[in-house]
């Protein structure tokens, strides 16, 4: 079964870019899409994108022009970053496996991004 | 406000059914894009329940089910236990955003 795990800063700065990865173990991350969505706190999901092992990615309009993915095959990771932080992108991010039928079968377990000066 | 309706609470004794809605639109669900459900229990990850509007994966007891008609989707949950008591929420394609969109949640309480 394979196994996800979102790594990176968990303080912010406004303003400042949110970086994360994820790590994909018991399997190839090829041949695959990988996602990231978010949770606020107390709140439902956002999808922020997905990337295939080629490159290509898939935004959401609402965050497309801050949102970059990339991918390393080589280290079975890939990796989000979100530009111009503010308050309002305070949340757990997950990182997921999608099989390209547009859900989520695999789901790491999340970290929590908070913006804050 | 989710592109995707769903009631925020539900909640049902032990060994009971309850179902829990979603409501789209002509975009996504009524487009024919399937729905996926996925069970959230407290401080954990969300995990596939349902996918492909009827569809388990291994390892999902069959107390659960899931249907598609129209513009909505529905998780039926019958014998309710205690460990299901979690946030539920429903998951489809909209083809006007171009995203894939979530329900806002249904907190499910076993009474």
């Known amino acids: 079964q394979v196994q996800l795990q979102e790594s990176g800063p968990g303080l912010v700065k406004p303003s400042e870019t949110l970086s994360l990865t994820c790590t994909v173990s018991?399997?190839?991350?090829?041949?695959?899409?990988w996602s990231w969505i978010r949770q606020p706190a107390g709140k439902g999901l956002e999808w922020i994108g997905r990337?295939?092992?080629?490159?290509?990615?898939n935004y959401n309009p609402s965050l497309k022009s801050r949102v970059t993915m990339s991918v390393d095959t080589s280290k079975n990771q890939f990796s989000l970053k979100l530009s111009s932080v503010t308050a309002a992108d305070t949340a757990v991010y997950y990182c997921?496996?999608?099989?390209?039928?547009?859900?989520?079968?695999?789901w790491g377990q999340g970290t929590l991004v908070t913006v804050s000066s | 406000q989710s592109v995707l309706t769903q009631p925020p609470s539900v909640s049902g004794a032990p060994g009971q059914r309850v179902t829990i809605s979603c409501t789209g639109s002509?975009?996504?669900?009524?487009?024919?894009?399937?729905v996926h459900w996925y069970q959230q229990l407290p401080g954990t990850a969300p995990k596939l329940l349902i996918y492909g509007n009827s569809n388990r994966p291994s390892g999902v007891p069959d107390r659960f089910s899931g249907s598609k008609s129209g513009t909505s989707a529905s998780l039926a949950i019958t014998g309710l236990q205690a460990e299901d008591e979690a946030d539920y929420y429903c998951q489809s394609y909209d083809s006007s955003l171009s995203v894939l969109v979530f329900g806002g949640g249904t907190k499910l309480t076993v009474l």
């Open positions: 002509s975009s996504n669900i009524g487009a024919g894009y399937d």
């Open positions: 997921a496996r999608d099989r390209g039928l547009r859900f989520m079968t695999d």
């Open positions: 018991g399997g190839s991350i090829s041949s695959y899409y």
């Open positions: 990337i295939y092992t080629s490159g290509s990615t």
